[in-house]
């Protein structure tokens, strides 16, 4: 939605050129032969240098309230609709006049009502399928998410929880009410009354005297709200934890440990008072670079007219980027769809057929979706050619293979939580700049403080990344005009359509933030094609006002009013033109792959996910399209990982630690931070968090691929995380009897654990060694892998090492070429058996390792697990499951682990910018992404280690025209 305040700007029409009969001569100067200052003029650099950066965020500038109306009326007649209290909405229709209060209100409720309203309800996607295919064909395409006649329930809804995702926010009146009432009841207490300048960052609530009494104050709202709401519930799962939740608001409870009532206020006061900030900044923003827009071509039309000439003529030409993130798109699936004849499809159906293969006497449960595959069985076994199925991933393999990377690589553990700030950033997880996020659970041992992300923990995640000094895109592109389409991340984003309320909204709403997000687009789209006639206009215009002989007074001075009215309207319009920068989120391939299986119907038939994500992607190109700027626009996607299916599953600290106490005779304090599939999420006090100093290991799941044990029995102390010789030696707080926990784990998980990965060292960035241990044929096997620097040496203490298959040829790809099996062959010989111990210069460096393992079953794998405890929140030991198989789950997809399919993350780029004599990407990490697009934009190099950086740039690769 376009915006000027938070009202619809009218646009008025706007002249194409002066009338030029009133000078003494003829002008026909063209926007390309007037003059550039110096060899290449960047308007960026005026908007960075000399704009943006004067910018004060100021709240005492005049503003009129009356601009501001939500549902297409006033604040006030909009606050008289919402089901408050009869005092509260007394209280804020009273202070409506004040702008002190209005604006921020106004503001936020424009972010939360009028941004995401006037959309029709329907499933756009559906609706096209309806247009492009006859009802006998559709009622073939039906599954379980998509039914010709009717709307369907999702079974993820109905029967078990996403836990690789951060729970979604429904806005509705009784949301919008609920946060009226925390603004009303926070401003009365003195928040924001006194603010002159807006803070660069939100201050979240901490253990301080007075935020305790900021959430004293708070609370007893908060628990009137609750139990309104519970007493409307049906009995059941919910309500009951509702009814605990009101539980710990008893008086008697308010010193309660992990108080849950104190829990759910702290969060909704920093929700409020973080997104107020947030959206009172973006309107003081568009205000401010407005006013100063206006200032700066006024100045320079006095003083330098040149250069103004040049700025406007540098924005006629200046590049775009897009930045697409999908949750779980893997590469070599989405190219078998598009080329079945490749292994791919035929291998996963092959697999799937024999499921059976995968059980073990350890892994009998069974997930309680049976994956529907009948359409990957069509694939497998005959041609299926139909035009309106992958169309644009059909385009862009057919023009755009070599800038799609043959495999893409996600960082371990392939989590959402670890890797979608990577994505989005180009930020490592470890190191100056690095998130310090390794996985979707981790325990501070610095603050003795667990955190798990799904539940009131995710609003803690901008903050974490935040603390570690991450830089993101909109912080590194705060002079561009910036759009965020559903992610997260976006403090310094100058629009934004927020992620948690997609998820809340758009698993039954479908298409509720891309309908949004194209809406905003294709409006700017059409203000892009005033802003380039103008542009044009004025550069004319310009010229002719420079041409005109001084003593033609009356003539000059016409032409500069008309001027400086048409660059005040060019200011006000600029804003809202297309973003230079935008960042779209689409969660759904992953968010559906988990209860219906990877390769299922829901995820790859025409009416299933991928398709869906295809259409999206040709209707936000053509937004780009129409604007007339495509040809300018590099676009760039990536997935945050694969999926692979899961056939059973079991549960590892119950297979380990309900035995262990039996046999052993003694106790073991498991504490498990994460809920299962199936339970609800986890409430987690900010200000009173649980102690783990008198648990002995902390354990915790991760989507099925992934299990983390976290102990704490180093001989440098609780905060310190153990290594593999002191873990040989563990002992549990209430026992002297020592126990190998090492080997007790691997033996009891047998032949459903792939390996499991340890410290064997003390690590730091860029020093570490790590063991391996699997069982294979029934033996354990051991290998360790260091890291000196750029290098690494991978062996099993005993023999070859072999845990890693990184001799054996990765099945769902077509086999190598002679010459790509002698580079194999070559790099297999030189890092597995000429490398030497002793001689590290003897030793493989990073990117021979992912060349090496590129043609793998486990691709980057002696890179990646190198790596995984440079961040020392790195649980103590890792576990992932063999093939087939899942950790705590009870759904059919699974990610987090270290296979193919998990691994795989797609990452490719198109656009008419790339060159046709580009070099093929290879194999390339899914954090490369964002440095990309970044150095399109702006012209800066990119430095891995530098500048918060991670990741490398491929531009150099894409042969930019």
């Known amino acids: 939605m376009i915006m000027n305040s938070p009202k619809t700007h009218q646009w008025k029409k706007l002249p194409l050129t002066i009338a030029f009969g009133l000078l003494p001569f003829s002008v026909n100067a063209t926007v390309e032969s007037i003059p550039v200052v110096g060899s290449v003029y960047n308007s960026a650099q005026v908007f960075k240098n000399q704009i943006v950066n004067t910018l004060s965020y100021s709240t005492v500038l005049t503003r009129d309230t009356a601009l501001f109306t939500i549902a297409g009326v006033t604040l006030d007649s909009y606050i008289l609709t919402l089901p408050l209290d009869v005092k509260t909405k007394a209280r804020v229709i009273k202070q409506i006049s004040d702008p002190t209060y209005a604006i921020p209100l106004g503001y936020f409720l424009y972010q939360y009502y009028d941004r995401y309203s006037g959309m029709a309800p329907d499933d756009q996607f559906k609706n096209y399928l309806s247009s492009v295919y006859d009802e006998q064909v559709l009622k073939g395409f039906e599954h379980s998410l998509y039914q010709l006649k009717e709307d369907v329930k999702s079974e993820q809804t109905s029967h078990v929880k996403d836990q690789a995702h951060q729970e979604g926010i429904k806005v509705d009146s009784q949301f919008i009410a609920t946060m009226v009432t925390l603004y009303d009841a926070l401003v009365q207490i003195g928040e924001w009354r006194d603010i002159k300048q ?5 201050q979240y609530l901490s253990n301080t005297d007075a935020d305790k009494a900021l959430v004293a104050k708070i609370q007893p709202l908060v628990v009137d709200i609750l139990r309104q709401t519970a007493s409307g519930m049906d009995d059941g799962e919910m ?35 973080l997104n107020v900030l947030k959206g009172y900044r973006q309107y003081l923003y568009q205000e401010e670079r407005t006013a100063r827009l206006q200032e700066w071509l006024i100045e320079n039309l006095d003083n330098n007219p040149e250069q103004l000439v040049a700025f406007l003529q540098s924005q006629q030409q200046r590049r775009f980027a897009v930045q697409v993130t999908v949750d779980g798109l893997q590469q070599g699936l989405l190219e078998g769809l598009v080329y079945p004849q490749k292994p791919f499809i035929k291998l996963a159906y092959q697999k799937h057929q024999q499921a059976d293969h995968f059980i073990s006497k350890l892994a009998t449960e069974q997930p309680e979706h049976e994956q529907q595959v009948r359409f990957m069985e069509v694939l497998a076994e005959q041609p299926y050619h139909d035009p309106y199925y992958l169309p644009f991933f059909k385009q862009l393999y057919q023009n755009y293979r070599s800038s799609i990377a043959q495999v893409g690589i996600s960082s371990t553990p392939t989590i959402s939580v670890r890797n979608l700030p990577i994505i989005k950033t180009g930020a490592k997880v470890s190191g100056a700049g690095g998130t310090g996020i390794p996985n979707f659970h981790f325990v501070d041992r610095q603050q003795d403080r667990a955190y798990y992300f799904f539940g009131n923990d995710a609003l803690q995640l901008d903050r974490l990344v935040n603390e570690r000094g991450v830089r993101t895109m909109f912080d590194r592109l705060d002079y561009f005009k910036t759009l965020n389409c559903n992610g997260q991340y976006d403090w310094n984003a100058h629009v934004t359509y927020d992620g948690l309320i997609n998820l809340g909204a758009g698993e039954a709403l479908r298409d509720f933030g891309e309908k949004r997000c194209l809406r905003e687009l294709n409006e700017r789209a059409q203000v892009e094609l005033k802003l380039t006639e ?63 299986g990877p390769f299922s119907d829901e995820v790859i038939m025409p009416t299933g996910e991928l398709n869906r994500l295809d259409y999206w992607l040709r209707e936000t190109e053509a937004a780009y399209k129409k604007a007339g700027i495509y040809d300018r626009t590099l676009w760039g996607m990536a997935g945050d990982h694969g999926l692979a299916p899961v056939y059973y599953s079991l549960n590892p600290e119950k297979q380990i630690f309900e035995p262990l ?26 200000l009173n968090a649980p102690s783990y100093k008198a648990v002995d290991v902390v354990v915790a799941s991760t989507a099925g691929g992934n299990f983390m044990l976290d102990f704490f029995n180093s001989a440098s102390g609780w905060a310190t995380q153990p290594v593999f010789h002191e873990l040989t030696q563990w ?6 009897k020592p126990i190998d926990i090492i080997n007790e784990s691997v033996i009891r998980l047998g032949d459903t654990l792939d390996y499991l990965v340890v410290r064997e060292t003390s690590c730091t960035i860029g020093d570490c060694a790590v063991r391996v241990i699997g069982m294979r044929d029934g033996e354990r096997v051991d290998e360790i892998i260091r890291q000196v ?113 998990e691994k795989d993350a797609f990452l490719g780029f198109w656009g008419t910018p790339i060159g046709r004599n580009h070099a093929a990407l290879q194999t390339e990490q899914n954090g490369s992404l964002a440095p990309t697009l970044y150095e399109y934009l702006t012209g800066e190099t990119v430095v891995v280690g530098e500048n918060g950086w991670g990741y490398p740039s491929l531009l150099n690769k894409l042969n930019i025209q």
Request: net charge negative; proline share 6%.
């Open 661 to 686: 106490q039996k046999e052993f005779g003694v106790q073991i304090v498991v504490d498990k931070i994460s809920s299962d599939e199936g339970e609800g999420p986890k409430l987690t006090n900010a």
């Open 789 to 901: 620097g750029y290098k690494r040496f991978y062996s099993a203490v005993e023999g070859k090492p072999q845990l890693l298959d990184v001799q054996i040829l990765n099945p769902y790809l077509p086999a190598p070429t002679a010459q790509e099996f002698e580079k194999f062959a070559q790099l297999v010989d030189k890092c597995l058996y000429r490398a030497q111990e002793a001689d590290i210069a003897s030793w493989c460096d990073e990117s021979e390792w992912r060349a090496l393992t590129r043609y793998t079953p486990r691709p980057d794998s002696v890179n990646q697990l190198a790596a995984i405890y440079e961040e020392d929140r790195a649980g103590t030991i890792n576990l992932f499951p063999r093939e087939g198989l899942g950790y705590n789950t009870k759904v059919p997809g699974r990610h987090a682990g270290e296979s193919y399919l």
């Open 239 to 273: 309500k009951n934890a509702l009814l605990g939740v009101l539980e710990d608001a008893k008086p008697e409870n308010a010193d309660k440990v992990n108080n849950k009532a104190q829990a759910i206020t702290v969060s909704l006061i920093d929700f409020v008072r």
């Open 198 to 202: 807006l803070p660069a960052q939100y």
């Open 731 to 736: 002992k549990p707080i209430n026992s002297a």
């Open 534 to 596: 103008l542009r044009s206009d004025l550069i004319e215009s310009i010229q002719a006002y420079r041409n005109t002989a001084k003593w033609a007074l009356m003539t000059r001075v016409t032409l500069k009013q008309r001027l400086g009215q048409k660059l005040k309207e060019y200011a006000e319009l600029d804003i809202h033109g297309m973003p230079d920068y935008t960042l779209i989120y689409n969660p759904w391939p992953d968010h559906f792959a988990h209860f219906t």
